[in-house]
Nanobody, 118 residues
Framework: QVQLVESGGGLVQPGGSLRLSCVASGFTFGLFAMSWLRQAPGEERELVASITARGTSTDYADSMLGRFTISRDNGKNTVYLQMNSLKPEDTGVYFC???????????WGQGTQVTVSS
């Protein structure tokens, strides 16, 4: 059974930090590219950051560049998102996603809420 379980969300003040984790099971994690996406209330889901299967390359949305860092530990089947200098506009539900383009496979987690507010 494929599972992606996010954790680490919560309420944080502007300027604060959070570290999200996503633990994968039920598939060969090390073959999949991983991404974090977020969805703000009333908005479409948007890409935050992505990382290749071996972790050799990362990509970020412009508004997150320099503040967020995506990383992975294939030995722990886990992808992380370190979020620093958080802003109220970073509020939303953060989802992790696994992609294996060669097999047209995509898996989603259930999301974790991040709220940035004073």
């Amino acid at each position: 059974q494929v599972q992606l379980v996010e954790s680490g969300g919560g309420l944080v003040q502007p300027g604060g930090s959070l570290r999200l984790s996503c633990v994968a099971s039920g598939f060969t994690f090390g073959l999949f590219a991983m991404s974090w996406l977020r969805q703000a209330p009333g908005e479409e889901r948007e890409l935050v950051a992505s990382i290749t299967a071996r972790g050799t390359s990362t990509d970020y949305a412009d508004s997150m560049l320099g503040r967020f860092t995506i990383s992975r530990d294939n030995g722990k089947n886990t992808v992380y998102l370190q979020m620093n200098s958080l802003k109220p506009e970073d509020t939303g539900v953060y989802f992790c996603k696994a992609d294996l383009a060669s097999e047209s496979l995509t898996y989603w987690g259930q999301g974790t809420q991040v709220t940035v507010s004073s």
